[in-house]
């Protein structure tokens, strides 16, 4: 405790009891001042938090409030003096009567002795934040993960099967035939290497199904059948099913069922090509159906009898009834059976069968001699407790995968099949076995992928489960795990084999934090726990504590690793099961790090209402809103669970988003903030109630229980303030007392470096803040300022307009972008037997893609977007004019949009280099010692970024041609490609990638993309590659560059953009001289606005050297005066900030004209036009440019320019207009709107700080939780945007809810509450309160001019617009001298302070001059006057009582032809014009002469009125029901039509190229015949000729030269 303006001694609560009354046992001390000496009779102040008013009557009214020996002294009539208890005098009870019963508990000072934590430990505290995150985030690989998931989840869910003809992906599957064709169809090709690109599949595949027991459909109680028992005599014995998670078997049926075919590639030992075989003599197969019979020639050797009858059963399936087992009889007939189930035996009666093993056998005929019977090796399916998905049981089974290189040494002299030939006919074999049968309830693939360019190792997870109402449900889980290769060793690491600096730091902080806390228990003893930030510190503790703990457990728990090290170099066979159990372990660590990290940012508040005041009124507005804001949310939950109620049991039949409580509890939510996706689905279900049912979720949510909460928040606002005011007169009295607790030793030593400061370089500027204040002067209005403002605003954006063209830009992009993304490709699928049509640009997803949509799509883009004719006649477009009569063709897009140069289209690619895989990243029997990978650096592989310049780390590149891995691509790059300067360099002398031109000729580029797509010119190794051209709008006078830019990553993914650079060369010639003159004006009044800030910066400075010379004579000394300089500088701009912003518009303004010149004057703009002759390679080069690529890189760097100009162009424009606010700030409406955001500012800053505390944490919880598998949170950045756009109720939950599940919804309900609960409102709340204060400051104002001593400065009566006119003129006499300002200028705060000035001395206002009106003169009564636009001559209609005459018809078209526009338009329209205006003319004179009729009567004219706006509304609807029902005429019939015409053309077309191109090649075929024909006759004629004779021809001379040798 301390006394006001006596230094702290220890042993002051001992000498002055009194005066230094304790709290027992709490955290507040009380102090008096020395006046309580006199007062022996005062009683301590209660035990809490006693801070004043309190009264007492005596010496015994305090005796409640002490310890209980106090307590029987008081009641005794003691009172302590100094240290000992004495008797009350009577002198004490009449000075206690005279001085009155006041105890002075009001007048105590509080003193919080709690631990308050100071600016040092902050700074430490930080860093240890930064050390957590390092530790935590470098062992997860977050960002990696997401980037190998998301590639992998592409690939999983746009896999395609055919239904019908109809192509279906993942998203489609709602049933178990659905379910069996993906697995059939999609996910061989998954696994196979033509469509994994860097991800490969390791280890075996592994299913885990679980069968459900079924019932009888009988009353569980009497055991008579149910109502409907004879359609369905069995039902599951629970409806909620099996889910695939569980590990209870209670509802499992554990019954062995099936056979199946055992394939020699899904062997363990002895792998072989094809079903493994058993055989037995002299018996014949029985008992099964008959599938087909074989009846070979007696001719034929019997082994290959035996050979081709296999074959033949090996693929027989008739009705999914496989071949299993088949006879040959002695007549060489093969007789081939199906054998069901029940009739497969055990092999013991067979004991001379010739097989390894088959533990089902078909049903023979016994002595059958001289027949040889085979069947294939067959097996069941057997319940297992614990190896399924998860350590769950279930019927497991596994699929061995093979690369390909295994099954071509597997196959030996015999065709190899591919990986998807294997893999689907042993999934087919399954399910012909009856591997899903009506007992399914859940069924789970799972496999592990590897990364080698991250070293990331991925758990596969495909999860089927099956409702009882027959519905499938598909889940794709994926999960990831970073393994380096040095991690992996035969032994488990230690904790310390990955230790950095930053990770032995936060050991040594967190010893450090959990010491700190424990001295501080030490010190305070129970109290520490009074505090609830202190039980927050122990939660810390113990999630730090749980966070090495889990890294300790998952560093001991590496089977996969052990086993990855084990089979380097040896085959490897391993299942998902060991992965597992790693990855749980991490997963664990991973949970503790997602909860820390929040809780850290968190604690961080804590140091922050600590060490600053302001920050502690938000907090103490969140701990006031704290009790409110918990029993809303009651009341939100109750509302909420009765709107998820009703959601669920009215739409949830039909509303997939309701179907259960579960989902209707997320769809509410995502309704609570703001998104209503859900609610288009729901419309179309439930037109009426859903209609009711989103308007009052709305009005109650939306605008009641949200808007009630920021009502409570502001409230406790107001309240925190009122208390940081008093709170604040409190320390100034402790400031008196003593140092205050809250100063540590830096904050100290800051002090004293500031006070310092403050008297080295501020002796000679004043002692005060509020002195500086003082003489920053108020805006003034300049009447000529504000006028040349406006005219530099309309002559900036109309310059700006002129420069960007954006409109033209804008319409030639899209026309460019459409006729690229149209263009089709077909993909041919060998797994489904199919070719794939109608692919376009955004359904590129591979590498093979990127080489058809090179192969088809872009020459269809290049050739045929434009027609050959043009309005009937020949496109003049496709030739070059200039060189007529020499041709020279050209490339036209859209039909008028020329394409640049006789090689107008560069392809550029570049490659990663590639290097063998050695033995660190070899995995045995998938990655070989000597397979090619991605060669890395340390930091890991490139990330490539979005326009495919950016690399993130730095490309390693395969540079020269000897370094492209594939030879066939090597080849046809070298014959096609160089490695010069490519797509993204900077100039034309840097090389950074392998540039292609294509010709104009059609022939060419196709033989040259047909090479290079043919030779895997797009392979494993290709980094990056851009397609990119120039186009010509002679219509725009407009060039574009364009650029398609596909990105291939390491993650495996294919990521796609379109990129174009509009470009306008022409600037100032033909109608463009104007531009001059605007940019001459805008630079002039740039230089006017710039010497305006300069001129207030220098009388500022110049102002305060007056005022310190004037103070004080003695000059500054050299360390002061340019501080003082930079002080003045400062305080003018931080006083006004229209100040700064003016400063700031216009150094953008020199940038953006320096930007604009340095397009103007760049060499393409200068030099660049068009020759009489195009260069085509011997031609003159151009002034700069001696090849078309070079054009091409130099419009390249030209549009970067322009892109640039424009940007800063953009930010420029958004300045001027801010610079408007600047003379708006006279009115006082407007200036207490800017008032308020200067008072506030302050709180403000630190609600902006504290949001981002509370968005950092839980940006950290949703980066962890979800960034694997999230694209808005795989990074902090991301996530942080998609924070901050939960808070503004603008983010899209769907993604979040498909993979978030319970986590989804505890971080929706957090974000919830605290954000838009609190801490939006927090900020309405500081907003309305400065409003507030400062309009009140206006009305006090406009209440002292409205007194009747200033009724002559009175504000102009009328609207807005009168009074802007009054103050307009009064400005401008202002200006010349006439007025001077009167109460209506000052400011607002000065107002309130003028008050007695203003009532007691006249105003020197002048009277404002009356504003009178004056009516125009109308048109003379009952004429109406038409103009033509075109120069018509106007139509005057007369009314007349009796007649009603019309002078002339204008409405003609003889009348309207005088306007140019109407002579373009066709004669049907041109008809539809004159006739509608026709009848709308006519309308108009039949009421214009029925209103000069009745004019004299205003009851006649209301009629007349009322009647035409009928007519009219009468019209306009038929007109609107006529347009509609041609709209649906022509949507309905007519486009239908045409659609199903066009697809006529598509499919004839599709069949003549196809019947051409098979022509072409039987042609082919026929003329290499014809020459072996005839080169057979000629050799026969040599033969017969006498041998000393000479031939008359040669064979091979006769032969065809090779192909491109020919020459």
């Known amino acids: 405790c301390a006394l006001p303006n006596q230094p702290f001694t220890p042993g002051l609560r001992r000498r002055h009891a009194f005066r230094a009354a304790r709290v027992s046992g709490g955290d507040l001390e009380c102090c008096l001042g020395p006046w309580a000496e006199s007062r022996p009779g005062l009683a301590r102040p209660t035990r809490g938090r006693h801070i004043g008013g309190g009264r007492g009557s005596g010496g015994g009214t305090g005796g409640h409030m002490l310890r209980e020996l106090e307590k029987n002294a008081v009641r005794k009539g003691l009172v302590l003096q100094g240290e000992n208890w004495e008797n009350i005098t009577r002198d004490d009870i009449y000075r206690q009567r005279v001085l009155g019963t006041k105890t002075g508990a009001e007048d105590f000072i509080t003193c919080d002795d709690k631990r308050r934590l100071g600016l040092a430990g902050m700074i430490v505290y930080i860093l240890f934040v930064v050390a957590t995150m390092n530790f935590t985030w470098r062992r997860l690989d977050i960002t990696v993960s997401y980037k190998v998931n998301s590639a992998i989840e592409d690939r999983v869910r746009s896999a395609v099967y055919l239904e019908d003809q109809m192509e279906k992906t993942w998203s489609d599957i709602i049933v178990v035939e659905d379910m069996q064709k993906w697995l059939l169809q999609a996910f061989p090709n998954i696994l196979s290497p033509v469509v994994q690109g860097n991800n490969i599949p390791i280890g075996d595949v592994r299913f885990t199904l679980r069968r459900i027991q079924q019932v009888a459909n009988t009353d569980p109680e009497t055991g008579v059948g149910m109502r409907f028992s004879l359609k369905a005599p069995y039902k599951w014995k629970s409806q909620a099913g099996i889910q695939a998670h569980s590990g209870s078997t209670d509802l499992d049926n554990t019954t062995a069922f099936g056979a199946y075919r055992s394939w020699g590639t899904n062997r363990g030992k002895q792998p072989s090509i094809g079903i493994v075989w058993c055989s037995v003599d002299d018996k014949a197969c029985a008992g099964g159906e008959l599938l087909d019979t074989l009846k070979f020639s007696h ?9 081709t009858c296999k074959d033949w059963c090996q693929d027989l399936s008739v009705d999914s009834k496989p071949c299993r087992c088949f006879d040959v009889s002695p007549e060489r007939k093969c007789s081939f059976f199906w054998s ?54 279930g019927f497991v089974s596994m699929l061995r995968l093979w690369t390909q290189q295994d099954l071509i040494e597997l196959a030996g002299d015999e065709v190899p099949p591919t990986q998807a030939d294997v893999l689907k006919r ?39 489960e099956k409702s009882a109402a027959g519905i499938l449900r598909p889940d794709l889980r994926v999960d990831s795990l970073k393994i380096t290769n040095d991690r992996i060793s035969d032994e488990a690491q230690d904790v310390w084999s990955d230790l950095n600096a930053w990770d032995v730091m936060y050991g040594v902080l967190l010893i450090l934090y959990v010491l700190s806390e424990m001295f501080e228990f030490g010190t305070r003893g129970v109290q520490y726990f009074n505090h609830p930030w202190n039980w927050f510190t122990m939660f810390t503790i113990l999630l730090h504590t749980m966070t090495v703990i889990s890294r300790w457990v998952y560093v001991g728990h590496q089977s996969f690793s052990m086993d990855l090290y084990n089979h380097k170099n040896a085959p490897w066979r391993s299942s998902p099961e060991t992965f597992q159990d790693q990855f749980d372990a991490h997963q664990t660590f991973d949970l503790a790090c997602a909860v820390t990290m929040p809780c850290m940012c968190v604690k961080l508040v804590q140091y922050l209402n600590d060490i600053f005041p302001r920050v502690g009124v938000l907090m103490n507005t969140i701990y006031r809103a704290g009790t409110p804001i918990v029993f809303l949310m009651f009341i939100f939950t109750d509302l909420f669970l009765a709107f998820v109620t009703w959601s669920h049991l009215m739409f949830g039949k039909h509303v997939e988003d309701f179907s259960s409580f579960a989902k209707a509890c997320v769809t509410n939510i995502e309704l609570s903030f703001g998104n209503v996706d859900t609610i288009e689905t729901l419309n179309e279900q439930y037109p009426y109630s859903g209609g009711v049912f989103f308007v009052s979720h709305v009005l109650l949510f939306y605008f009641i229980i949200v808007n009630f909460g920021k009502a409570v928040v502001v409230s406790s606002y107001e309240d925190a303030t009122e208390l940081y005011a008093k709170a604040q007169e409190a320390e100034e009295q402790r400031r008196k007392a003593s140092e205050s607790p809250g100063q540590d030793f830096m904050t100290r030593t800051m002090d004293s470096v500031k006070l310092w400061f403050d008297d080295v370089l501020t002796a000679k500027f004043g002692n005060s803040r509020e002195n500086r204040l003082t003489r920053a002067k108020r805006y003034e209005p300049n009447p000529l300022e504000v006028a040349l403002y406006a005219i530099y605003f309309f002559f900036y954006l109309l310059m700006t307009f002129y420069m960007l063209r954006v409109g033209w830009k804008h319409d030639l992009a899209t026309t460019i972008h459409e006729t690229l993304q149209d263009q089709t490709f077909s993909v041919p699928d060998a797994n489904l037997g199919a070719v794939r049509h109608g692919k376009t640009f955004k359904d590129v997803q591979s590498r093979e893609d990127v080489a058809l949509w090179l192969s088809q799509a872009l020459p269809k883009a290049l050739y045929n977007s434009s027609d050959g004719t043009f309005a009937g006649s020949a496109n003049p477009l496709h030739l070059y004019q200039s060189a007529l009569p020499d041709v020279y063709p050209q490339l036209v897009l859209n039909n008028w949009n020329i394409i640049l140069g006789q090689s107008p289209v560069r392809i550029s690619t570049r490659y990663f280099k590639m290097s063998p895989a050695g033995t660190s990243r070899a995995i045995g029997g998938f990655i070989q010692t000597s397979t090619q990978l991605i060669e890395t650096d340390v930091a890991g592989p490139s990330e490539i970024g979005e326009k495919g310049t950016g690399f993130d780390p730095a490309l390693v590149e395969a540079t020269a041609i000897d370094e492209i891995v594939d030879p066939s691509a090597r080849q046809a790059v070298q014959r096609n490609c160089e490695y010069k300067f490519a797509y993204g360099a900077d100039n034309v002398d840097t090389a950074n990638g392998f540039s292609c031109m294509l010709s104009v000729d059609y022939n060419q580029t196709m033989h040259i993309l047909k090479d290079l797509t043919s030779n895997n010119f797009v392979s494993n190794q290709s980094a990056t590659l851009a397609v990119d051209f120039v186009v010509y709008n002679g219509f725009a006078t407009m060039f574009v560059y364009t650029g398609i830019l596909f990105q291939f990553q390491p993650s495996g993914a294919v990521t796609k953009s379109i990129v174009d650079y509009p470009i306008q060369m022409d600037l100032y010639g033909g109608p463009n001289w104007y531009r001059i003159l605007l940019e001459v004006l805008v630079i002039l009044l740039t230089h006017y606005f710039f010497g305006v800030c300069v001129k207030g910066i220098v009388d500022t400075i110049m102002e305060h ?3 310190d010379r004037a103070s004080d004579p003695e000059p500054y000394s050299n360390l002061q005066r340019p501080y003082v300089v930079l002080r003045s500088i400062v305080l003018h701009m931080t006083t006004d900030l229209f100040n700064l912003l003016d400063l700031t518009s216009c150094l953008f303004m020199a940038v953006t004209m320096i930007l604009w010149y340095e397009v103007v004057f760049s060499t393409l703009q200068q030099e660049f036009f068009f020759t009489e002759r195009p260069y085509d390679g011997s031609s003159a080069c151009y002034v700069e440019w001696c090849g078309d690529d070079e054009v091409i890189m130099a419009f390249y760097t030209q549009g970067w320019r322009t892109r640039i100009f424009a940007r800063v162009c953009a930010c420029n424009t958004l300045l001027i207009f801010l610079r408007i606010l600047k003379y708006l700030q006279v009115y006082p409406h407007i200036r ?47 996530g942080f945007l998609a924070c901050f756009s939960m808070a503004l109720s603008v983010y899209d939950h769907s993604e979040l809810r498909a993979v978030g599940g319970f986590g989804y919804f505890i971080f929706s309900m957090t974000a919830l509450g605290v954000l838009r609960f609190v801490m939006m409102n927090m900020f309405f709340g500081i907003m309305d309160l400065n409003y507030r204060e400062e309009h009140a ?9 409205a007194m009747p001593s200033s009724a002559n400065s009175a504000p102009p009566e009328g609207g807005m617009l009168k009074r802007a006119m009054t103050y307009g003129q009064n400005l401008w006499q202002r200006s010349r001298g006439k007025v001077d300002a009167g109460p209506e200028m000052l400011p607002v705060e000065d107002l309130g302070a003028a008050r007695l000035s203003a009532m007691n001395s006249p105003s020197s206002r002048q009277p404002g001059s009356e504003v009178s009106e004056t009516s125009g003169v109308s048109p003379a009564a009952g004429s109406l006057v038409l103009v033509g636009k075109g120069g018509a001559s106007p139509t005057r209609m007369h009314g007349d009582s009796d007649d009603n005459h019309q002078e002339t018809a204008v409405i003609s078209e003889s009348v309207v032809k005088k306007n140019t526009n109407f002579l373009y338009l066709p004669p049907e329209m041109k008809t539809w014009a004159v006739d509608t205006a026709t009848e709308a003319y006519g309308l108009i004179e039949q009421f214009h002469g029925r209103r000069f009729n009745g004019q004299h009567n205003k009851h006649e004219l209301d009629r007349i009125l009322e009647e035409a706006e009928s007519a009219i509304k009468h019209r ?23 659609k199903e015409i066009h697809q006529d053309q598509e499919s004839l077309a599709w069949y003549i190229m196809k019947r051409e191109a098979e022509l072409k090649k039987l042609e082919a075929m026929q003329k290499l015949k014809q020459q072996k024909h005839d080169s057979l006759v000629q050799a026969a004629r040599s033969i017969h000729e006498d041998e000393d004779e000479a031939p008359s021809a040669n064979v091979e001379d006769q032969a065809p030269p090779p192909e491109g040798q020919a020459s």
Not at 359 to 380: C, D, H, L, Q, R
Not at 1337 to 1344: A, F, S, T
Request: with cysteine.
């Open 299 to 307: 001719k034929l050797n019997f082994a290959d009898v035996i050979s």
């Open 340 to 393: 069901p189930d029940e009739t497969l035996t055990v092999p013991a009666p067979y004991v001379n069968m010739e097989c390894d093993s088959s533990p089902k056998v078909p049903a023979m005929t016994e002595n059958k001699i001289g027949y040889y019977t085979f069947w294939p090796s067959m097996g069941f399916w057997r319940f297992t407790q614990d190896n399924g998905w998860l350590h769950t049981p």
């Open 426 to 464: 042993q999934i087919q074999d399954w399910f012909d076995g009856g591997f899903t049968s009506v007992g399914m309830a859940s069924l789970v693939v799972d496999f592990i992928v590897h990364n080698p360019n991250y070293q990331v190792y991925t758990w596969v997870q495909l999860v089927f």
């Open 1105 to 1107: 050297l007056r005022h």
């Open 1232 to 1278: 207490i709107i800017f008032r308020a955001l200067r008072r506030g500012i302050g709180d403000v800053m630190w609600f902006l700080i504290l949001l981002l505390v509370v968005l950092l944490a839980l940006t950290c919880a949703g980066h962890q939780w979800f960034g694997v598998r999230i694209q808005s949170f795989h990074t902090l950045g991301e």
């Open 1337 to 1345: 400051k206006l009305e006090e104002g406009e209440k002292v001019l």
């Open 1516 to 1538: 306009r609807t038929a007109k609107r029901e006529e347009a509609e029902q041609t709209y649906k005429n022509l949507n309905n019939v007519e486009l239908r039509t045409l």
